[in-house]
């Protein structure tokens, strides 16, 4: 059964800071992994969606990448804003299991103006 | 403006008291899943539908059910609630079952 861990489960910086957050995944047969962000009380927003023939995307100051082989996502937010402040998902699509989306925990990112 | 849209937002319920929470989308999307998020556990998914009429289940369906009578909703039934489904629930949509997913604004369940 695919598990999906995000660490940390909180990170604070300064305004202005380059960040990486991670997501490891246990079962490298997927066929996607989708990054969201969630704000408090509010739902979803999809950021990024990579393949699994993909290595990486990029969406303006956010850029994702997938290691399928080492079950490994990062997502780099780069010149970090205090609108970035957020909980940040990630989630596979096994392809063995074609129905079952497994998300992370998510990490919770404060940035301080 | 494309979206899913969920009603109510919020509800609180007894034990037992039969209950619907709707779930719509304006983007001609085959594929509709429903899901529930509580602290610590994460998002974890209840039904999925990958078009009208077609409906499986996930990895937590207990207690639920749904139907997919017309493509752009995608209804889940509560037919005994029990406190245990206290919990903060996602409708999503997507054009295919592999493609982006577009999540509704959620419902927030309380059942005392």
């Known amino acids: 059964k695919q598990e999906v861990t995000q660490i940390p489960a909180a990170l604070s910086v300064p305004e202005g800071e380059n960040l990486v957050l991670n997501c490891s995944f246990t079962?490298?047969?997927?066929?996607?992994l989708q990054w969201f962000r969630q704000d408090p009380g509010k739902g979803l927003t999809s950021l990024l969606l990579?393949?699994?023939?993909?290595r990486e995307q990029t969406s303006g100051r956010l850029n994702a990448s997938l290691d399928k082989s080492s079950g490994r996502s990062t997502l780099y937010i780069a010149a970090s804003q205090p609108g970035d402040s957020a909980t940040y998902l990630c989630?596979?699509?096994?392809?063995?299991?074609?129905?079952?989306?497994?998300f992370g925990a998510g990490t919770r990112l404060t940035v301080k103006p | 403006e494309a979206q899913v849209t969920q009603n109510p937002r919020y509800l609180i319920t007894v034990t037992g008291k039969k209950l619907t929470v709707t779930c719509s989308q304006n983007?001609?999307?085959?594929?509709m899943s429903w899901y529930r998020q509580d602290p610590g556990l994460g998002l974890r998914q209840i039904y999925y539908?990958?078009?009208?009429?077609?409906?499986d289940k996930g990895d937590v369906p207990e207690g639920y059910k749904v139907s997919r009578k017309e493509k752009r909703n995608f209804p889940l039934i509560l037919e005994s609630p029990s406190p245990n489904q206290t919990s903060l629930y996602f409708c999503?949509?997507?054009?295919?079952?592999?493609?982006?997913?577009?999540f509704g604004p959620g419902t927030r369940l309380t059942v005392t």
């Open positions: 999503a949509s997507s054009s295919n079952w592999s493609d982006e997913q577009y």
């Open positions: 079962d490298s047969a997927i066929y996607n």
């Open positions: 990579i393949q699994s023939s993909q």
């Open positions: 989630a596979v699509r096994p392809s063995r299991n074609n129905n079952d989306m497994r």
């Open positions: 983007m001609n999307h085959e594929y």
């Open positions: 539908s990958m078009n009208v009429e077609v409906t």
